[in-house]
């Protein structure tokens, strides 16, 4: 394979799209790609919005005839990726090659807990339990369980309750896997896995992908190459799947696993009191990191969950059934309860380089034991074994040493964006704001709202750090203009963003949430506001453990990085098409003045730059007057 067949590749597959354009940032990508492949060196590529970063990176991949698994980070690239783009280069790109999307087991329906409940006297007990709706929204999905291909929840065009979906599913926890399920063989979940072991390309997500490096492999077959797209949250993901995370309702769960097989009150209600005893110890710590050895109402509540989990396990194989349903139900519960314990294992012993905290809310707090370096994993798991390609339209400067990639072993570069950001575009920081800290900001930064949401006419995506900002700013600039203001406690993200595309004057205030994933190109966005520079809380736990592993360097290795990073997402929402136009305006002046500010502003796009809101007003109105 070679950069000029690639590169010819690349334009007969570009010449055949709708909107085709040459996009150098596009044919350099591929290039270095191609590269990477052929000297299996790793590659972290930043390209901008607008590049065509994902037939840059299928193109020479594919043609490499090499086998490559793409792990996205968002349903809505998977979706990308599956519908509209490996169809497309199916068609156009002249190579034989085969696809397929494999997701985790629970999206898939489990054809073997169907036939549980649809015979013997247990199913029907079960079903007994159930609210109406439920047993209605089973029924349907049997239904549909004997004319869908894939037995994909995506599938559906109706929306399932959580509890049908629960009865008629199983996670990877739970399942004894196919050599020991008398319907292995049609499983769904094991026909995806089938053919995903048959294909060129295959397209998981990228906690899917974590669990394959937690699990030394045993999820997707041996590849050649992996894509990490949307790279930038790569960390945290594989902290996250890598790590250990034990919740109350684990437990709750469980109980009801084992109640379909057990007619036994007491051992069954031991399990369930597990998910009380844990949420209560868990609840005074929501927020915090613990210490090692556990904390000792923590350590007590997970040493008597053990012990019972123990109990519980000893009963399960003792039972002796000649009843095939009865069998599998056995199975799960059993498969269910020594994942727990291994779980609870970790947990109690500790383990070096890892910490522990609780997340989560009061309500629903969960004990995580986490990697403070997620590098070993990843070393052993992917960087020794394949080529990787990490690509994002932002990047953190320090992304390949906080994953574990040796300066050695990658080449780091950036494609830039086809966008004409200096003519199209003005980032406007606030210099003549207070302090986000001191008492006059908010106010401050409801008259500055005020002033811009005016001159462009509505059309503004509002962001901000925390919830009491936004309904305060809200509920402040309600009284203020006669433009309708949309947040996001009004409605559910999907159509809250329908809702705002669909409305030339209509404002969105919102949180970190939409800091990303929000594709609104057109004249319905003009404005981007950002209250201040989106730097990670100085208390979360498991950041706060890697800061002091770091020492004085911390705050350049992990905090600004981590804000250039969601400060450069924010701005991306801003330009989505050749022909969008408009400001980004920060109103922490910390941008301006900080010791730190070029390493932030040089992370984003190559807008113009303002301190006057003058400038800003009036680029605004002179859009508006041209709709």
Known sequence: ???????????????????????????????????????????????????????????PAIEAD????????????????????????????????????????????????????SAGDQGQLELETMAVQTKVEIKRLAEWSGTTETGDMAELDW???????????????????????????????EQARRRAAAADVIVVNTHLYGLNVASGGAILPDHDVVVFDEAHVLEDIMSDTVGVEIAPGRFTALSGVIRRILD?????????????????????????????????????????????????????????????????????????????????????????????FVSGSRESPRLEVAPLDVGPAMTEGVWSQRTAILTSATI??????????????????DVGSPFDYEANSLLYCAMHLPNPNSE?????????????????????????????????AAEALRDRIDMPILTQRDL???????????????????????????????????????????????????????????????FSEIDIPRASMMLAQACGRLIRSATDQGVVAVMDPRLGTARYRWDIVKALPPMKRTRNRADAEAFLRSIATVR
Not at 163 to 181: L, M, Q
Not at 511 to 536: E, K
Request: hydrophobic content about 40%; overall charge negative; proline content about 6%.
């Open 440 to 472: 006059g900001f908010r106010p401050a930064v409801h008259d500055e709202l005020e002033a811009l949401i005016t001159a462009a006419g509505g059309r503004t995506l509002a962001l901000f750090t925390s919830w009491r900002s936004m309904d305060e």
């Open 264 to 356: 036994d009150p007491q051992l069954i209600g031991s399990i369930a009191e597990i998910a009380e005893g844990l949420r209560d110890a868990l609840t005074p710590h929501v927020g915090d990191r613990l210490s090692t050895p556990l904390p000792d109402s923590v350590q007590e509540v997970l040493t008597d969950a053990r012990l019972r989990l123990g109990r519980a396990n000893e009963v399960l194989v003792a039972i002796d059934t000649p009843v095939e349903d009865a069998k599998q139900r056995k199975l799960r519960a059993q498969t269910m309860t020594g994942r727990a314990i291994e779980q609870l294992d970790i947990a109690i012993e500790g383990r070096d380089g890892y910490v522990a």
């Open 159 to 189: 929306t399932p309750s959580d509890n049908a979906w629960r009865a008629v599913s199983v996670g990877s926890d739970e399942c004894p896997g196919a050599d020991r399920c008398p319907l292995g063989d049609p499983c769904f979940a």
């Open 396 to 413: 953190p400067t320090s992304l390949a040493a906080r994953v574990g990639i040796a300066p050695d072993a990658v080449t780091v570069a």
């Open 66 to 117: 090499a086998r490559i698994v793409v792990a996205t980070a968002t349903k809505a690239l998977q979706d990308q990726l599956a519908t509209k783009d490996l169809p497309f280069l199916a068609e156009h790109l002249g190579v034989d090659f085969d696809w397929a999307i494999l997701k985790g087991r629970s999206n898939y329906v489990c054809l073997q807990r169907l036939r549980e409940m």
């Open 492 to 554: 559910p993200k999907p159509a809250l963003i329908k809702a705002f595309s669909e409305s030339d004057e209509t404002c969105l205030f919102a949180t970190a949430g939409l800091f990303q994933g929000v594709d609104v190109p057109g004249q319905t966005l003009s404005l981007v506001v950002i209250d201040r520079i989106p730097f990670p809380r100085p208390d979360d736990p498991l950041l706060s453990a890697r800061r002091e592993q770091l020492g004085p360097t911390a």
């Open 1 to 59: 394979m070679s950069s000029d067949h690639v590169a010819t590749s690349l334009a007969r597959v570009t010449a055949a799209l709708s909107n085709a354009e040459d996009r150098a940032g596009q044919q350099e990508m591929a290039e270095l790609v191609t590269d990477a492949i052929v000297a299996k060196r790793h590659l972290i590529v930043q390209a901008g919005t607008g590049t065509g970063k994902t037939l840059a990176y299928l193109v």
